[in-house]
Antibody
Framework: EVQLLESGGGLVQPGGSLRLSCAASGFTFSKYTMGWVRQAPGTGLEWVSGISDSGGTTFYAESVKGRFTISRDNSKDTLFLQMNSLRAEDTAVYYC????????WGQGTLVTVSS | DIVMTQTPLSLSVTPGQPASISCKSSESLLHSNGKTYLYWYLQKSGQPPQLLIYEVSNRFSGVPDKFSGSGSGTDFTLKISRVEAEDVGIYYCMQSIQLPRWTFGQGTKVEIK
């Protein structure tokens, strides 16, 4: 059974940083593109970032480019999202998702940016 | 970026009746490899989204056959043959042809009358 478990969310002040993790199990992690999708309170889904199976290629939404960095450790089946220069509008539940078609999702981790 | 537009944005359905949701993309989702990269998800209250349909019309593992997807090019439809209480939630379409830019529709809220 595919499992994705996010962690690392919390309350942070504007301008601060957080690092999210997503621990994967139940599939061969190193064979799949992975992504992060967020959902601000009461709103829809917004793709944030993606990374190729090898980690050699990364993709970012314009809203986070230059502030967020996606990475992965295929030896530990873990996906990361380093978030710097956080803004109030980054407040959201962050989900990691598997594959080009996002066929499996974690339960999400809440990031709140507020003073 | 490709814009995904869903209609309606909300739907109230009598149990046992069918429902239909439309998703239109601003550009064709047909890839040169012959595949069309259009997906449908359901997000129930307090839960992450779950994949229902991939590549327009293929039901994901474990998805009941009351869900069906159709369409081509820029126009797509998700149909629920008989809506039940467990089908309540927000339905999203998503495209992944224009990588590296995945984009979602606004969502359609389905409720029971």
């Amino acid at each position: 059974e595919v499992q994705l478990l996010e962690s690392g969310g919390g309350l942070v002040q504007p301008g601060g940083s957080l690092r999210l993790s997503c621990a994967a199990s139940g599939f061969t992690f190193s064979k799949y593109t992975m992504g992060w999708v967020r959902q601000a309170p009461g709103t829809g889904l917004e793709w944030v970032s993606g990374i190729s199976d090898s980690g050699g290629t990364t993709f970012y939404a314009e809203s986070v480019k230059g502030r967020f960095t996606i990475s992965r450790d295929n030896s530990k089946d873990t996906l990361f999202l380093q978030m710097n220069s956080l803004r109030a509008e980054d407040t959201a539940v962050y989900y990691c998702a598997k594959g080009y078609g996002f066929d499996s999702w974690g339960q999400g981790t809440l990031v709140t940016v507020s003073s | 970026d490709i814009v995904m537009t869903q209609t309606p944005l909300s739907l109230s359905v009598t149990p046992g009746q069918p429902a239909s949701i439309s998703c239109k993309s601003s550009e064709s989702l047909l890839h040169s490899n012959g595949k069309t990269y259009l997906y449908w998800y359901l997000q129930k209250s307090g839960q992450p989204p779950q994949l229902l349909i991939y590549e327009v019309s293929n039901r994901f593992s474990g998805v009941p056959d009351k869900f069906s997807g159709s369409g081509s090019g820029t126009d797509f439809t998700l149909k629920i043959s008989r809506v039940e209480a467990e089908d309540v939630g927000i339905y999203y379409c998503m495209q992944s042809i224009q990588l590296p830019r995945w984009t979602f529709g606004q969502g359609t809220k389905v409720e029971i009358k």
